[in-house]
Structure formats: structure tokens, C-alpha cells
């Protein structure tokens, strides 16, 4: 009888093993299947912020926060395009100099120590930022100021700032309709520029920014519906200042519990900053999206994917080949130049100036002058001059 | 699970390496089960940062000398030196400067050979001097502005703001092409709005701007000098700077870096030197020389708390506790010249060595810690030099030449901009070269520049003008004035403000228009004499600018920036004449036309309630209305 007993809760125990063997494959496979579906092959980042002035340090506090969360789960500075139009951190009325803080009583540096601004001041404009989106850049643009995607690129773009119906201000100046924006992110889809894109914006009546949006595969988040305010946190009385907005303070939040291998999708996401925390009614779009919303991880647009390929093949090295010395030329003994050769410049010769054809106005003059002379003289007085 | 784990190893293996890594490199070790089956050792994962960021490989080659045992590595020809000086000022405040040095033994500009292999030298920079063949590039950063009369004379002058001046190779045939590319890609290693610099701020002077290297020829057609004083100098310029250090900021003095400190000051600049310098004390062939250089003030109130009492750990909020390894030498400087018997302040932890050095003019003693011998960091393996006073000093001696500038005038259509320099050794005169380069919307009359020294007339004895073209040059003038004994020279010149076109005013136009510090070249008497043995192994800090002869030393002078307004418009007027304009056509043509074409009915008052009803029942009876 006690023999049967244990055979059975051996029988029990063994089975409920092999159910969970049969479990965690099944976990790992729909993990790598997913791992192997998600379609892109790298990350990047495209986070703006478009308010000049000390009293917008909020808005640089959450472009900061963002770019903290999108560094920290593994996008690289190089993947990233970061655009500042102020600088909060060493403006002479931060009492803190070098650092931007997203929480009260400075505690949260979100400036950091490692931080590179790639935009920065007047250079952030709306010409520069659809360049930026579109690859349109001048030949001499260095690589840290291009968005160099291809078409298995998850980017992730982030504007903040002062916005209203259909429209994001860009430096107290000018504006950035939703309409153009549309029309960019068409030109980056002609151009396959990116393999999804993830739209996040924390303005004023954000949600009127991706209502034109239709190009596919763009999912968008916005921090407040038309007609509704977003607003701003809490202020810090020693800064003197609103330290972050409303949105971006619970998003970096609910980013700060997510790490590199986390599970977490976009309908948590969604449910980021409640209207009872909100005030403003945060709102989505997820209609051009292809996948479901449930499927896609946050980490497909704030971590960064690499894949690694082991392989088994020996990989020859050449020989280096041995450096030649340079050839001593015997030359004579070099010498530094005089800083201040008083005598050489008194009697310096001017410079030669380049001769440059005549200008269109003195041509323009002369041929008047001839034309007048010889309309009243006659044309019989040419032989003469020539 | 230990079952499991033998089947899925692979797996694991695919899922982990796909998870993300920190952008500094880590790297990935396989599971210990299956290494005989996964050819040996770590997947190297490196960082992709920008591939104009070198980094220093270290295992590299520490790989590839346990791989080739047969090879064996040449002799280094570059080396690196890193020193610090902190000199205590008279009005309490602290001056640090770092200077880091890499001397490489290399040929960028040789055609053949194309220079692959960097080891101490970024690559970066290695890169952008052989693409655009610059003989010497000067690159600086300034926060704030070095006040002469109470700090002294700093070891490397900075203006406010970013200033970069290059020397192009004799070779080259676009000069202005090449200058155009490179400010870019300085904005894109630097992370700076480098690429502002463009043909209307960027001159050519005529005699300032010496190349400070090796070399012969210097035609000035291949200088450009150009700078931008509103440019803002925070963390993202530091980060890149430091990479750029061998050992980057994680050993040696550039520990100390912490961007919360060094912001926290009165005065914070860094900067970038490359030029030709003598390989050996022959001097027959060059090798390359890059200097680094951070000059910082902490001042006495805001970080010094109003005590006078000054260590590493206040000025920095680190210790030191080890010397690059990739350093030849690694050492700090404490300026003791005031301090002969310890009777003014205090240092510890005291130095047994001393050393002097002939700078700016002066003999200085120095307390000298060797960072490279393990006694100086003593029994707490960290250095923490300590300053405390005890005494009060003596004034500062008066520099010899301190220049200001300010703008005069009232109204936003003139105005008129004095310079003053002043020179304040009792009985020599010496000449200056004053180097003004001012925006074109800014009309100079050039007929009221005078020069006059002790209220007489001061005429120079060279004086180049180039005037500015609208939108395509700034105006450049150079003059060499000889400074009498003991006295001020003033130079004035009275100007105009040009109304700019509304598309060319910034984002907040009443903040006013910077204009570049004035660039004062001179040379000064020395109290004492130079040495001009230039291949002699001296200091960094004292062996910046070559001296020529014993009895006076070059410097530069930067004037403070102005700041003027120019006449403004309101923006938000477009809007208000559109709406204003509207609204009267609307009203005022509106009538009109209504008058003219309305036709007028007669119409009868509605009846009341009752003859409504009276006629309703009157219509369905077909009897004729009331």
C-alpha cells in the first residue's frame, strides 16, 4: 500500500516535472520566435527639444529623461540624435551648474556626466529637424548629426516643447505643422528609412500631431487630446523653476523599472499617466501599425538589438609588415617661427589680392557708357579708339 | 535545471547575446559547458560610438602579443605627458591647469604612406589633420572671462566662447573649401555649433597668429581665424574632450573632471593645440604634438564656501589615486614662489622635491609631486593636496598688460568702441598687435579711428584694414602699436548699426548681437631671462609659446566680448497689421458695398399672437387675409 502510495507521487512529481520541461521550451521558443519576428536589426533615437528660455527647463528635463532611459537600456550615443534648443545646464541661473534635474530637492541628475548634444541652440529649427528625418543633409554634415537608418531601423522619436491644434513651436520662431510631419515620415517610408517608428510627443493638444500621420508602420503616443493642456509637475523652489511635465515625469517612471530583458509591451505603455494623474487624457494611435500593440516590446524601440552570429571558422590574420623608417633626410635645423616680428611687419609688402573678373554692375556701367557714346556719335568714331 | 541547461545552451546563448549591452564595451563569456564545441574565449563586444571617436584597444594588443610571439611590437614612437599647476591667486581664488601631451613621431601630411595605426593619439584628430592637410589647429572653449587684474596672467589665454584658428599646409589649393569642411567635422567631434563659422565671421589676419609650431613659410593666405563668442560651453563638450585623452577619465589626473565642479567656476576653459614640434633636441625633423589643456578658477565664495583653505578634494570632489599608466610623466605643480618659509599657507602633504621654471616673465619656485613613484600617494594610496592659509598676502604686482574694451554711445543708431590698453612697466615701451575683427552690421567709420596714448596722438606704425562686404565678410583691423611707458592707449572707432534682413535675427533678438574679443599679441618685458633653449626638458606649462630672446616674452591679451543691441523689430507686427488691416477693409468695404448694391423691401411688422392665429384659421377657411 505504501509502496503504491510513493510510486504515485513519484508518477505525480515526475509528470508535473516534464509538464514544466514542456513549458519553459514552449516559453523559450515563442520567445526566440519573437526574438526572430520583431523585423529590425538596430535602434535609434530622435529626441527634440524645440523651447529656448530658462523658464522651459522643463522641457530639456524631459528630452533628458528620455535620452537617460534610451542610454541606459543600450542605444549608443552614435544611434542617437539629440536636439537641445537651450542650455538649462550651464545657463548662468541654474544654481547647480552642469546638471538638469527631473525630480524636487535635486534628486535626479538626469544631465549627467556622459551626455552629447548633437543639436544644440540656434541649430535646432525645423529645417534642420526634417533634414534630420529625411537624410537630407549638406555633404559636410558629420556623422553624429545624421540620422543614418535603413530599413530594418526601429527609431523612436521624441518632441516636446509648446505645441497647439496641429502645430509644435520651434524656438519662440517659427512652427512645425502636422502636415509636414506627416509628409517627413512619408519621405522616410519612400525611402525605407526606418522598419517601425514609435512617435511620442508631450506638448499641448499633442494628439493633433499624428492625426495626419499615413504612412504605415508608425504607432504614436501623445501626452494630451485636442483642446486640453498638458501640464507641468512640480516645481523646484530652489531652481525656481517646473522641473518636468506631467507625461514625460510618469514615463520616466514606468521606464526606470524597465531593463534591458523586460517584458513589458506597448499596452502598458498605453496605460502610462492616467487622466487621475494626467489631468490631460494621454492618447494613442496604433491603426497603422501592423502588429498588434500587445506584441510589441518596449525594448523594440527604447533598448537597442544586437545580434551576435558565433562562428566556427579560423579567421587567417596577415602578417603585419615591418614599419620602414622614414628616410633621414638630412635637412637643415628647423626653427620656430617669430611671434612678433616687429621689423618683418612694419615693412611687410600688402597682400597680392586675387584679381577677380569685374563685377556685374561695372560691366553693366560701362557697356552704358559705350552705348551712349556711340549712339551720339556715330559708330564711324569706333576706328579711331580701336 | 541542469538537464535543460545542455540542450539549450545555444539558444541561451542567441537570446543573451541579443540582449542589449551598456554603450561602454562588455563582453560576453559563453556558458564554461560548451567550450570545447564554441571555438575558445570572449566575443569581443565593442562600443559603437561614432567611428570618429577613437578609442584606446588595449587588449587588442595584448591578444595580438600572445598570438604572434614571432612579431615583435617596434619601439613606441609617441609618448604622453599629463602635469597639473595649481596656483593660488591674490584674490583668494585657485587656478588649475591641466595640460595633457602627446608627442607622436608620424608624417600626416606625407603623400605615400597613409598613417593607419594610431596608439596614443586619437584618431579622430589623427584623420581630420591628414584630410585636410592643417599644419596646426587651435581649438579652445571658454566659460566666463579671465580677469587679468585680479587673477594675473594665465599659463594659455582663451577669449570667451569658442576661437579656432588653423594653419593650412602650403599644399593645399582651396583653402576656404577645406576650412568650410573642417569646422563641420570639428562641430561633430567637439559636439559644438561649430558650423556657424562661415565666411562672415571667419578672417584672414595679416600678421596675428604666428604659426606657434615649426616651419618657414608663413604666407598668410593658408590662416584662418575665426571665433564664436556665444557659443556655450557645458558637459557635451567635456565628454568628447576627454575621450580624446589616452587614458581617457578613468586613470591619471583627468579623474579629477567632474562636470559639476568644473562648471561651478569663475572660469573654465579647455582646449585643443596640434602643431609641428622639434623630434629631438637636433631638431632636424618634426614629430606631432597635441596638447590638451583645461585652465580652470575655482572661485573663493561660490565653491571655496569663503574659507581660505583649498584642497583636491574641495576644488575637484576627488583624490588622486594613481598616474595614467600610459604616461612618461605624470606630475603636480603648487606654485610656493609666496610662500618661501611657510609663513602664508600651509601644503600637505609636503614634497621633497622643488623645481623652478622662468614663466611669463617670472621666476617661479614649485612644489613638485611625482605621481609616477608610489611614495607620493603615502600610506592612504591617494594623494589630497591641501592648502591652508595663515597668513594674508601682499598685493599682486600690476601685469603689464591688461587691455579692456567697452561700446559708448546711446541710442540704437551709433555708437563708438574703445579699447584701452594699458601698460603699467615703469620704463619700457614695447609694441602690441591689436587684431579687431567686427561684424559686418556693424557700419565702422574707419576716418574716427584714432589711437592716443597719454592724450596725445599715437599713430602705428602698421595698420591693415580690410573692410566687410554686407552678409559675405567681417570687417578685420589689424594695427601695431608701440605702448609707451607707464600709461593708457585708448583706440576708438565710431559705427553704425545696419537694420537686418528679418529672416537673419536670432530666436531672441533682444538679447543683442556678441561681438569677438579683441586679440592683443605683444611682447613684454621679463623681470627675468628666458631661456630660448627650446629642446631643453622643461615644464609643459612654461614651454606653450617659443621664446626668441632673453628679455621678453610673448603673450596674448583677449578683451572682454560686447554685447550690442541692434535695432530690433517686433515680430508679432506682421500679425497685428494683417489683423488690423482685415478688419478695417472688411468693415470699411463692407458698407460701402452694401450701401451700393443692398435693395431695400418694405416689410410688414409680424402680427401678433392672435391675428397669427386669426389668420391661420382664415387661410384653411380660403377666406382673405387680415
Given at each position: 500500500m505504501v509502496l503504491l502510495f510513493v510510486c504515485f507521487c513519484l508518477f505525480v512529481c515526475f509528470s508535473l516535472l516534464v509538464l514544466l520541461e514542456l513549458s519553459l521550451m514552449l516559453a523559450l521558443l515563442t520567445k526566440a520566435t519573437q526574438f526572430f519576428s520583431s523585423g529590425h536589426t538596430n535602434n535609434w533615437a530622435v529626441l527634440v527639444c524645440t523651447s529656448r528660455f530658462w523658464f522651459n527647463y522643463r522641457h530639456v528635463a524631459n528630452?533628458?529623461?528620455?535620452?537617460?532611459?534610451?542610454?541606459?537600456?543600450?542605444?549608443?550615443?552614435?544611434?542617437?540624435?539629440?536636439?537641445?534648443?537651450?542650455?538649462?545646464?550651464?545657463?548662468?541661473?541654474?544654481?547647480?551648474?552642469?546638471?538638469?534635474?527631473?525630480?524636487?530637492?535635486?534628486?535626479?541628475?538626469?544631465?549627467?556626466?556622459?551626455?552629447?548634444?548633437?543639436?544644440?541652440?540656434?541649430?535646432?529649427?525645423?529645417?534642420?529637424?526634417?533634414?534630420?528625418?529625411?537624410?537630407?543633409?549638406?555633404?559636410?554634415?558629420?556623422?553624429?548629426?545624421?540620422?543614418?537608418?535603413?530599413?530594418?531601423?526601429?527609431?523612436?522619436?521624441?518632441?516636446?516643447?509648446?505645441?497647439?491644434?496641429?502645430?509644435?513651436?520651434?524656438?519662440?520662431?517659427?512652427?512645425?505643422?502636422?502636415?509636414?510631419?506627416?509628409?517627413?515620415?512619408?519621405?522616410?517610408?519612400?525611402?525605407?528609412?526606418?522598419?517601425?517608428?514609435?512617435?511620442?510627443?508631450?506638448?499641448?493638444?499633442?494628439?493633433?500631431?499624428?492625426?495626419?500621420?499615413?504612412?504605415?508602420?508608425?504607432?504614436?503616443?501623445?501626452?494630451?487630446?485636442?483642446?486640453?493642456?498638458?501640464?507641468?509637475?512640480?516645481?523646484?523652489?530652489?531652481?525656481?523653476?517646473?522641473?518636468?511635465?506631467?507625461?514625460?515625469?510618469?514615463?520616466?517612471?514606468?521606464?526606470?523599472?524597465?531593463?534591458?530583458?523586460?517584458?513589458?509591451?506597448?499596452?502598458?505603455?498605453?496605460?502610462?499617466?492616467?487622466?487621475?494623474?494626467?489631468?490631460?487624457?494621454?492618447?494613442?494611435?496604433?491603426?497603422?501599425?501592423?502588429?498588434?500593440?500587445?506584441?510589441?516590446?518596449?525594448?523594440?524601440?527604447?533598448?537597442?538589438?544586437?545580434?551576435?552570429?558565433?562562428?566556427?571558422?579560423?579567421?587567417?590574420?596577415?602578417?603585419?609588415?615591418?614599419?620602414?623608417?622614414?628616410?633621414?633626410?638630412?635637412?637643415?635645423?628647423?626653427?620656430?617661427?617669430?611671434?612678433?616680428?616687429?621689423?618683418?611687419?612694419?615693412?611687410?609688402?600688402?597682400?597680392?589680392?586675387?584679381?577677380?573678373?569685374?563685377?556685374?554692375?561695372?560691366?553693366?556701367?560701362?557697356?552704358?557708357?559705350?552705348?551712349?557714346?556711340?549712339?551720339?556719335?556715330?559708330?564711324?568714331?569706333?576706328?579711331?579708339?580701336? | 535545471m541542469a538537464a535543460l541547461s545542455r540542450k539549450w545552451d545555444p539558444l541561451f546563448v542567441l537570446v543573451l547575446g541579443s540582449l542589449v549591452f551598456s554603450c561602454k564595451g562588455d563582453v560576453l563569456k559563453t556558458s564554461n559547458d560548451r567550450t570545447e564545441s564554441i571555438s575558445a574565449t570572449k566575443i569581443e563586444e565593442s562600443s559603437p560610438q561614432a567611428a570618429d571617436l577613437g578609442d584606446l584597444r588595449q587588449s587588442d594588443e595584448a591578444e595580438s602579443n600572445e598570438d604572434r610571439k614571432a612579431f615583435t611590437p617596434p619601439p613606441p614612437n609617441d609618448q604622453f605627458q599629463e602635469e597639473m599647476v595649481i596656483r593660488p591667486l591674490y584674490s583668494g581664488d585657485i587656478y588649475a591647469s591641466f595640460q595633457f601631451r602627446t608627442q607622436w613621431d608620424t608624417d600626416f601630411l606625407h603623400d605615400g604612406k597613409k598613417v593607419s595605426h594610431y596608439r596614443l593619439f586619437p584618431k579622430s584628430l589623427g584623420q581630420v589633420l591628414s584630410k585636410f592637410s592643417v599644419r596646426e589647429l587651435h581649438i579652445s572653449f571658454t566659460q566666463g572671462y579671465w580677469r587679468t587684474m585680479q587673477w594675473g596672467q594665465p599659463f594659455i589665454p582663451s577669449p570667451p566662447g569658442a576661437e579656432l584658428w588653423v594653419w593650412f599646409h602650403h599644399t593645399v589649393t582651396d583653402v576656404d573649401g577645406n576650412w568650410k569642411e573642417l569646422t563641420n567635422v570639428l562641430s561633430g567631434i567637439f559636439c559644438a555649433s561649430l558650423n556657424f563659422i562661415d565666411s562672415t565671421n571667419t578672417v584672414e589676419p595679416s600678421a596675428s597668429f604666428k604659426p606657434l609650431g615649426l616651419g618657414n613659410a608663413t604666407d598668410h593666405r593658408f590662416l584662418r581665424y575665426a571665433t564664436l563668442p556665444r557659443e556655450i560651453v557645458c558637459t557635451e563638450n567635456l565628454t568628447p574632450w576627454k575621450k580624446l585623452l589616452p587614458c581617457g577619465s578613468k586613470a591619471g589626473l583627468a579623474v579629477l573632471m567632474k562636470s559639476e565642479k568644473l562648471f561651478h567656476s569663475s572660469f573654465h576653459s579647455q582646449a585643443v593645440h596640434i602643431r609641428p614640434v622639434c623630434k629631438d633636441w637636433q631638431c632636424t625633423s618634426t614629430a606631432w604634438e597635441l596638447r590638451q589643456t583645461l585652465n580652470v578658477v575655482f572661485d573663493l565664495y561660490t565653491s571655496g564656501q569663503g574659507k581660505k583653505e583649498w584642497s583636491l578634494f574641495k576644488m575637484f570632489s576627488r583624490t588622486l589615486t594613481e598616474a595614467c599608466p600610459l604616461a612618461s610623466s605624470s606630475k603636480i605643480y603648487v606654485d610656493v614662489t609666496d610662500n618661501p618659509g611657510g609663513e602664508l599657507f600651509d601644503l600637505s602633504p609636503s614634497s621633497p622635491l622643488i623645481s623652478t621654471a622662468v614663466v611669463l616673465g617670472d621666476r617661479r619656485t614649485y612644489s613638485v609631486y611625482d605621481l609616477t613613484k608610489k611614495e607620493t600617494f603615502g600610506q592612504l594610496r591617494s594623494l589630497n593636496l591641501l592648502l591652508r592659509w595663515k597668513g594674508e598676502s601682499d598685493d599682486m604686482l600690476r601685469p603689464p598688460l591688461h587691455a579692456e574694451r567697452y561700446v559708448s554711445g546711446f541710442g540704437l543708431q551709433k555708437g563708438e568702441i574703445h579699447t584701452c590698453l594699458y601698460n603699467s612697466h615703469p620704463y619700457r615701451a614695447y609694441p602690441v598687435l591689436l587684431l579687431d575683427s567686427l561684424p559686418w552690421y556693424l557700419r565702422l567709420y574707419v576716418h574716427t579711428l584714432t589711437v592716443t596714448s597719454k592724450t596725445r596722438e599715437n599713430k602705428p606704425s602698421y595698420i591693415h584694414y580690410q573692410p566687410s562686404k554686407d552678409r559675405l565678410r567681417p570687417h578685420l583691423l589689424e594695427m601695431l602699436v608701440q605702448l609707451p611707458p607707464h600709461s593708457v592707449t585708448e583706440v576708438t572707432v565710431q559705427f553704425e548699426r545696419a537694420l537686418l534682413k528679418w529672416t537673419e535675427y536670432t530666436p531672441d533678438p533682444n538679447h543683442g548681437f556678441y561681438i569677438g574679443s579683441s586679440v592683443i599679441s605683444a611682447l613684454v618685458p621679463s623681470i627675468v631671462a628666458m631661456d630660448t633653449n627650446s629642446t631643453r626638458d622643461r615644464p609643459l606649462f612654461s614651454s606653450f609659446f617659443p621664446t626668441k630672446e632673453e628679455s621678453s616674452y610673448f603673450m596674448r591679451v583677449y578683451t572682454e566680448p560686447l554685447l550690442v543691441n541692434l535695432p530690433t523689430p517686433d515680430f508679432s507686427m506682421p500679425y497685428n497689421v494683417i489683423c488690423l488691416t482685415c478688419t478695417v477693409v472688411a468693415v470699411g468695404y463692407g458698407s460701402f458695398y452694401n450701401l451700393l448694391t443692398r435693395t431695400f423691401q418694405v416689410d410688414e411688422p409680424s402680427a401678433p399672437l392672435a391675428k397669427r392665429l386669426a389668420n391661420i384659421i382664415r387661410r384653411l377657411r380660403g377666406v382673405p387675409l387680415l
Open positions: 528630452v533628458l529623461s528620455v535620452y537617460r532611459s534610451v542610454k541606459r537600456l543600450g542605444i549608443p550615443d552614435s544611434h542617437i540624435v539629440l536636439m537641445l534648443a537651450d542650455d538649462m545646464a550651464c545657463n548662468h541661473r541654474n544654481p547647480k551648474p552642469a546638471t538638469v534635474f527631473s525630480h524636487k530637492n535635486m534628486e535626479l541628475n538626469v544631465y549627467g556626466d556622459d551626455v552629447e548634444v548633437d543639436y544644440r541652440g540656434y541649430e535646432v529649427t525645423v529645417e534642420n529637424f526634417l533634414r534630420v528625418l529625411t537624410g537630407r543633409l549638406p555633404p559636410s554634415t558629420p556623422r553624429s548629426k545624421r540620422l543614418l537608418s535603413d530599413d530594418r531601423s526601429n527609431i523612436l522619436i521624441y518632441l516636446t516643447g509648446h505645441g497647439g491644434n496641429g502645430f509644435l513651436k520651434f524656438q519662440d520662431s517659427e512652427e512645425i505643422s502636422n502636415v509636414e510631419l506627416a509628409d517627413a515620415f512619408e519621405q522616410m517610408w519612400q525611402k525605407r528609412r526606418y522598419n517601425e517608428l514609435l512617435f511620442i510627443i508631450d506638448t499641448c493638444q499633442g494628439a493633433s500631431m499624428y492625426e495626419r500621420f499615413y504612412s504605415p508602420n508608425i504607432m504614436a503616443l501623445a501626452s494630451s487630446q485636442v483642446g486640453e493642456d498638458s501640464l507641468s509637475h512640480q516645481p523646484d523652489l530652489a531652481i525656481g523653476v517646473h522641473l518636468m511635465d506631467r507625461y514625460t515625469f510618469y514615463l520616466l517612471e514606468f521606464l526606470e523599472d524597465i531593463h534591458p530583458a523586460s517584458q513589458a509591451n506597448m499596452n502598458d505603455l498605453f496605460k502610462v499617466c492616467p487622466k487621475s494623474q494626467c489631468v490631460s487624457t494621454p492618447g494613442h494611435r496604433t491603426d497603422l501599425f501592423l502588429r498588434d500593440p500587445g506584441s510589441v516590446l518596449i525594448t523594440d524601440f527604447f533598448g537597442s538589438v544586437r545580434k551576435v552570429e558565433i562562428t566556427r571558422e579560423a579567421i587567417n590574420l596577415t602578417n603585419p609588415t615591418e614599419l620602414s623608417l622614414r628616410n633621414e633626410l638630412k635637412s637643415e635645423a628647423l626653427f620656430y617661427v617669430d611671434q612678433l616680428p616687429v621689423a618683418d611687419i612694419i615693412h611687410q609688402k600688402p597682400k597680392q589680392k586675387d584679381w577677380h573678373p569685374p563685377d556685374g554692375f561695372i560691366l553693366g556701367l560701362w557697356s552704358l557708357i559705350l552705348l551712349v557714346f556711340f549712339k551720339t556719335y556715330g559708330i564711324k568714331h569706333l576706328k579711331h579708339i580701336f | -
